[in-house]
């Protein structure tokens, strides 16, 4: 589904590299974790894999289903089935939640050539996976993240990647600022999308979270690079021991 | 006229232009047809269609065929400064309400017309309008009379069509005691290489407990990328409440012209009346806008509400001036200004230059101002989304506009918000 191979980043007109030969891969139907410490370049992976333009590729690929997706532009990178749920989700003043929601969705119908949406039918489905998620109505109504609480913000994450169904999402720390119920929403939010058909990558630095959504694999990042790759029992590991041990190997 | 020959160009506002020859404008252009219209069917069919591309329709059958009654709206359309047809007229009579063309005013309300024309905006008050009342040839005239709701939108529409053309018409609007009229004002001009000016005036009047809601979607031709051809907007627009508890409330959105000049202002002589201004202006390219509005606090505890939206891209300058003053006997006056720009891009500039004069120390004006841009990372948001970077783009812009846009009715919201987007096109990316 996902594969990265030997990806090279710099912030975009200064020197400064950040992602040095990466190579990584999710599969179809694979739930992949990654863990690493702070700074060491999990959002920015996130990032250039969505597209944002802040980052320069000097070098390797990224392909979603075979294809190179690093010359699509990012909004076309979301009709071929990406989705990177924020680590900061942007609030946009005086945009209700709804009307956003709705021109995402018929954005991405447009461009993959299928009608809108009927509003009656964007509404049913709206309110279906609000309710799923737990998310109040009144709050719909609300422009988009403005004085949502940093949980509420990461709830309307999972809300916009429901309605979105993409095939391969990115969750950067979706977990962080999260009580134990939202955690659980979250969480059955992904399992309820977990099938042959779709993947995920899952950005964090908690193992608690992995309780609820059991990884296929458990990638460790230091430094721009994937240091180790394993099972579910790397993060139990992690969480005992830090990492110490992989930041010099890096 | 010689009035005016003898008048100085004003020169302080933030724009800049050539020097306008006026010996170059035909200061009267008729559609070229014998005699005014009777009816449609005597209408230049070119104009009916012209009228019918901008989606407005001027026969009445069509009207009601398509929309519903509570939807409906009477159409006066003032073509190169003549209004060639105005709908629904005998059905408006029955309410009491006047409404037709200046000219038709002139012969059948003379009276009225003399008595109020010009009381607002006197012949003398400044460059352009001088210069209209010289030259002005027809516009719109509404009276509401006492106790009269309005049953429906009243609407004109102007267009500038011929070269050269100057459009000077003249609108005047009175509401008599306890009535209530939304009125809108929709402006087009097609695609020339020369400037061409619009320098109309627009009175208004309200009398004790009466309300004028005064609307405006402009889309005056803006010149090429290179600023060449388009119009100059140099309006004079002002509402007198004269009226106790009276109020007036002007809505504009301004995507168009070369270069806008215009401060609709409203004079609050009754005691207790209010004033409002909501303003969206978009420049992009090399427009030149300088707009705001004047709120003149005269009577005793009148309150006025200004909330300014410019959006800026391109090349553009984009400057909000307002004046809101107090005079000694305006006893607990109140003004709440909120001016807020947008910026698209790094060529473009954004002012505000709010003047404030408090001759009274009861009088409490509030000033808020914020200068923002659209920022990458939300663009990159709403992009990831599946917008592409114009649809997130228009979908900032109409977040930042909404409190204005919600002042305008319905149908005329949905037009300008789809105004203000192909306006900002080519601005990203
Ligand atoms: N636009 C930028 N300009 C300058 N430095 C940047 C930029 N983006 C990222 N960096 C730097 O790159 C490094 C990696 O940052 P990144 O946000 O990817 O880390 P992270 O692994 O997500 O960390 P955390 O766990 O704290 O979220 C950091 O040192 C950060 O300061
Ligand atoms: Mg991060």
Same mark, same amino acid.
């Given at each position: 589904m996902?594969?990265?191979?030997?990806?090279?980043?710099?912030?975009?007109?200064?020197?400064k590299?950040?992602?040095?030969?990466?190579t990584?891969?999710?599969?179809?139907g694979?739930?992949?974790? =990654?863990?690493?410490?702070?700074?060491?370049?999990?959002?920015?992976?996130?990032?250039?894999?969505?597209?944002?333009?802040?980052?320069?590729?000097?070098?390797?690929?990224?392909?979603?289903?075979?294809?190179?997706i690093?010359e699509?532009?990012?909004?076309?990178?979301?009709?071929?089935?990406?989705?990177l749920?924020?680590?900061?989700?942007?609030?946009?003043?005086?945009?209700a939640?709804?009307?956003?929601?709705?021109?995402?969705?018929?954005?991405?119908?447009?461009?993959?050539g299928?009608?809108?949406?009927?509003?009656?039918e964007?509404?049913?489905?709206?309110?279906?996976?609000?309710?799923?998620?737990?998310?109040?109505?009144?709050?719909?109504?609300?422009?988009?993240?403005?004085?949502?609480?940093g949980?509420?913000?990461?709830?309307?994450?999972?809300?916009?990647?429901?309605?979105?169904?993409?095939?391969?999402?990115?969750?950067?720390?979706?977990?962080?600022?999260?009580?134990?119920?939202?955690l659980?929403?979250?969480?059955?939010?992904?399992?309820?999308?977990?099938d042959?058909?779709?993947?995920?990558?899952?950005?964090?630095?908690?193992?608690?979270l992995?309780? !609820?959504?059991?990884?296929d694999?458990?990638?460790?990042?230091?430094?721009?690079?994937?240091?180790?790759?394993g099972?579910?029992?790397?993060?139990?590991?992690?969480?005992?021991?830090?990492?110490?041990?992989?930041?010099?190997?890096? | 006229?010689?009035?005016?020959?003898?008048?100085?160009?004003?020169?302080?506002?933030?724009?800049?232009?050539?020097?306008?020859?006026?010996?170059?404008?035909?200061?009267?252009?008729?559609?070229?047809?014998?005699?005014?219209?009777?009816?449609?069917?005597?209408?230049?069919?070119?104009?009916?269609?012209?009228?019918?591309?901008?989606?407005?329709?001027?026969?009445?059958?069509?009207?009601?065929?398509?929309?519903?009654?509570?939807n409906?709206?009477?159409?006066?359309?003032?073509?190169?400064?003549?209004?060639?047809?105005?709908?629904?007229?005998?059905?408006?009579?029955?309410?009491?309400?006047i409404?037709?063309?200046?000219?038709?005013?002139?012969?059948?309300?003379?009276?009225?017309?003399?008595?109020?024309?010009?009381?607002?905006?006197?012949?003398?008050?400044?460059?352009?309008?001088?210069?209209?009342?010289?030259?002005?040839?027809?516009?719109?005239?509404?009276?509401?009379?006492k106790?009269v709701r309005?049953?429906?939108?009243?609407?004109?529409?102007?267009?500038?069509?011929?070269?050269?053309?100057?459009?000077?018409?003249?609108?005047? =609007?009175?509401?008599?005691?306890?009535?209530?009229?939304?009125?809108?004002?929709?402006?087009?001009?097609?695609?020339?290489?020369?400037?061409?000016?619009?320098?109309?005036?627009?009175?208004?009047?309200?009398?004790?407990?009466?309300?004028?809601?005064?609307?405006?979607?402009?889309?005056?031709?803006?010149?090429d990328?290179?600023?060449?051809?388009?119009?100059?907007?140099?309006?004079?627009?002002?509402?007198?409440?004269?009226?106790?508890?009276?109020? =007036?409330?002007?809505?504009?959105?301004?995507?168009?012209?070369?270069?806008?000049?215009?401060?609709?202002?409203?004079?609050?002589?009754?005691?207790?009346?209010?004033?409002?201004? !909501?303003?969206?202006?978009?420049?992009?390219?090399?427009?030149?806008?300088?707009?705001?509005t004047?709120?003149?606090?005269?009577?005793?505890?009148?309150?006025?509400?200004? =909330?300014?939206?410019?959006?800026?891209?391109?090349?553009?300058?984009?400057?909000?001036?307002?004046?809101?003053?107090?005079?000694?006997?305006?006893?607990?006056?109140?003004?709440?200004?909120?001016?807020?720009?947008?910026?698209?891009?790094?060529?473009?500039?954004?002012?505000?230059?709010?003047?404030?004069?408090?001759?009274?120390?009861?009088?409490?004006?509030?000033?808020?101002?914020?200068?923002?841009?659209?920022?990458?990372?939300?663009?990159? !948001?709403?992009?990831q989304?599946?917008?592409?970077?114009e649809?997130?783009?228009?979908?900032?812009?109409?977040?930042?506009?909404?409190?204005?846009?919600?002042?305008?009715?319905?149908?005329?919201?949905?037009?300008?918000?789809?105004?203000?987007?192909?306006?900002?096109?080519?601005?990203?990316?």
């Amino acid at each position: 589904m996902l594969e990265i191979n030997n990806l090279h980043v710099k912030i975009a007109g200064e020197d400064k590299v950040i992602l040095r030969s990466l190579t990584l891969k999710v599969a179809k139907g694979e739930v992949a974790a =990654i863990m690493g410490p702070n700074g060491s370049g999990k959002s920015t992976l996130s990032y250039v894999i969505a597209g944002k333009p802040d980052y320069e590729v000097m070098d390797g690929e990224v392909l979603l289903d075979g294809v190179n997706i690093l010359e699509m532009a990012p909004d076309e990178r979301a009709a071929a089935g990406l989705f990177l749920a924020f680590q900061y989700p942007m609030e946009i003043p005086g945009v209700a939640t709804m009307t956003f929601l709705k021109a995402a969705m018929n954005a991405q119908r447009k461009q993959r050539g299928q009608a809108e949406l009927t509003t009656p039918e964007f509404i049913k489905r709206v309110n279906a996976a609000a309710d799923l998620l737990g998310i109040p109505k009144d709050m719909l109504r609300r422009p988009l993240n403005v004085g949502f609480s940093g949980g509420e913000k990461k709830r309307m994450e999972i809300l916009q990647m429901t309605l979105l169904e993409p095939k391969m999402s990115v969750m950067d720390e979706t977990d962080s600022g999260l009580d134990i119920d939202a955690l659980k929403i979250v969480a059955e939010g992904v399992n309820a999308r977990r099938d042959p058909e779709h993947a995920f990558l899952v950005i964090t630095h908690y193992q608690r979270l992995l309780d !609820y959504i059991k990884p296929d694999t458990v990638h460790v990042m230091s430094r721009g690079r994937i240091v180790k790759t394993g099972g579910p029992e790397l993060a139990l590991e992690l969480e005992a021991n830090g990492y110490r041990d992989y930041q010099s190997a890096a | 006229m010689s009035r005016w020959r003898s008048l100085p160009e004003p020169t302080w506002a933030r724009v800049s232009y050539p020097q306008i020859d006026f010996q170059d404008i035909y200061y009267y252009a008729a559609p070229k047809m014998n005699g005014a219209p009777k009816s449609l069917d005597e209408v230049d069919p070119a104009i009916l269609d012209a009228y019918k591309k901008l989606g407005i329709p001027l026969r009445e059958q069509e009207i009601l065929a398509g929309v519903e009654p509570q939807n409906r709206v009477a159409v006066d359309a003032v073509f190169d400064s003549v209004s060639v047809v105005t709908t629904f007229r005998a059905e408006l009579a029955k309410a009491g309400v006047i409404f037709c063309s200046i000219s038709d005013a002139l012969q059948e309300h003379p009276e009225l017309v003399r008595k109020y024309i010009g009381s607002v905006v006197p012949v003398t008050d400044n460059y352009y309008a001088t210069l209209n009342s010289a030259v002005f040839t027809d516009g719109s005239f509404v009276y509401i009379p006492k106790g009269v709701r309005c049953p429906m939108e009243l609407s004109t529409y102007f267009r500038i069509n011929e070269k050269n053309t100057g459009q000077f018409e003249r609108t005047l =609007i009175i509401a008599e005691e306890g009535s209530y009229v939304s009125y809108l004002e929709g402006c087009t001009a097609p695609q020339r290489d020369e400037n061409q000016l619009h320098a109309a005036v627009v009175e208004l009047v309200t009398m004790d407990d009466a309300e004028i809601k005064y609307s405006t979607v402009q889309n005056w031709y803006p010149g090429d990328a290179n600023g060449r051809g388009g119009i100059y907007n140099f309006v004079t627009k002002r509402g007198d409440c004269r009226g106790k508890n009276s109020k =007036i409330s002007w809505t504009q959105v301004e995507t168009g012209s070369a270069i806008t000049w215009k401060y609709p202002s409203v004079i609050l002589r009754g005691e207790g009346s209010r004033g409002e201004f !909501y303003s969206i202006a978009v420049s992009n390219g090399m427009q030149q806008v300088d707009s705001g509005t004047k709120m003149i606090h005269l009577g005793k505890n009148t309150t006025s509400r200004i =909330i300014s939206k410019g959006i800026s891209a391109g090349r553009s300058q984009n400057t909000y001036r307002g004046l809101v003053s107090a005079h000694r006997k305006a006893t607990n006056a109140r003004n709440f200004t909120n001016c807020d720009s947008l910026l698209i891009g790094n060529q473009c500039g954004a002012h505000t230059v709010p003047y404030i004069e408090s001759k009274t120390s009861t009088a409490t004006f509030e000033h808020e101002a914020t200068t923002s841009k659209i920022s990458e990372d939300q663009l990159f !948001y709403c992009m990831q989304r599946g917008l592409t970077a114009e649809e997130s783009t228009a979908l900032i812009v109409n977040g930042f506009v909404k409190d204005v846009l919600q002042q305008l009715p319905m149908e005329f919201a949905v037009e300008a918000q789809k105004l203000i987007s192909i306006s900002l096109e080519g601005s990203v990316g």
